[in-house]
């Protein structure tokens, strides 16, 4: 019976890549975001029992972390970008000195394990960052991300 099913799920993803591929726009089906979302999308029916199974695998906690496997955004750049839309002027303060609860709670939120490391980053990269009062806080979370995960020795994001 596993068997028969298991042929089942990969005919209809065989057909499903062969008809035109993936969609890349991030629709997903019932069965949520996942490795069953890249593979059978927004299918109708009994496809999304499949498709939420192969989202057990643990692929879709990968996923949702990451940003990837049509989870978006990230734990990590959703986490920043909440923390920037509440904390953005004392985060703005905190970063120009290159320390302070902001910053540490930022190098919390993306698990840096070098957290003097994350105040000095935001402090050298501050005019990259707060480039103006008019920039976006999507700008201000993307270059904070940016600056956090371009420097392996900061461990942001790592187990």
């Given at each position: 019976?596993?068997?028969?099913?298991?042929?089942?799920?990969?005919?209809?993803?065989?057909?499903?890549?062969?008809?035109?591929?993936?969609?890349?726009?991030?629709?997903?089906?019932?069965?949520?975001?996942?490795?069953?979302?890249?593979?059978?999308?927004?299918?109708?029916?009994?496809?999304?029992?499949?498709?939420?199974?192969?989202?057990?695998?643990?692929?879709?906690?990968?996923?949702?972390?990451?940003?990837?496997?049509?989870?978006?955004?990230?734990?990590?750049?959703?986490?920043?970008?909440?923390?920037?839309?509440?904390?953005?002027?004392?985060?703005?303060?905190?970063?120009?000195?290159?320390?302070?609860?902001?910053?540490?709670?930022?190098?919390?939120?993306?698990?840096?394990?070098?957290?003097?490391?994350?105040?000095?980053a935001l402090q050298r990269d501050y005019?990259?960052?707060?480039?103006?009062?008019?920039?976006?806080?999507?700008?201000?979370?993307?270059?904070?991300?940016?600056?956090?995960?371009?420097?392996?020795?900061?461990?942001?994001?790592?187990?």
């Amino acid at each position: 019976m596993r068997l028969a099913l298991a042929l089942a799920a990969l005919s209809i993803a065989t057909t499903a890549l062969a008809e035109g591929g993936i969609k890349g726009n991030g629709v997903y089906g019932t069965a949520g975001c996942g490795l069953g979302s890249l593979v059978f999308g927004n299918q109708p029916g009994g496809v999304q029992i499949v498709a939420a199974t192969l989202n057990g695998t643990g692929v879709q906690t990968f996923g949702i972390t990451t940003g990837t496997s049509n989870c978006a955004p990230g734990a990590f750049a959703q986490g920043t970008k909440n923390f920037v839309d509440a904390n953005r002027e004392v985060l703005a303060k905190d970063a120009a000195r290159g320390q302070g609860e902001s910053v540490g709670a930022l190098a919390v939120i993306n698990q840096c394990k070098d957290l003097k490391g994350v105040g000095a980053a935001l402090q050298r990269d501050y005019a990259l960052i707060f480039p103006s009062e008019k920039a976006s806080n999507e700008d201000v979370t993307n270059q904070i991300l940016k600056t956090l995960h371009a420097d392996p020795s900061l461990g942001c994001g790592q187990s």
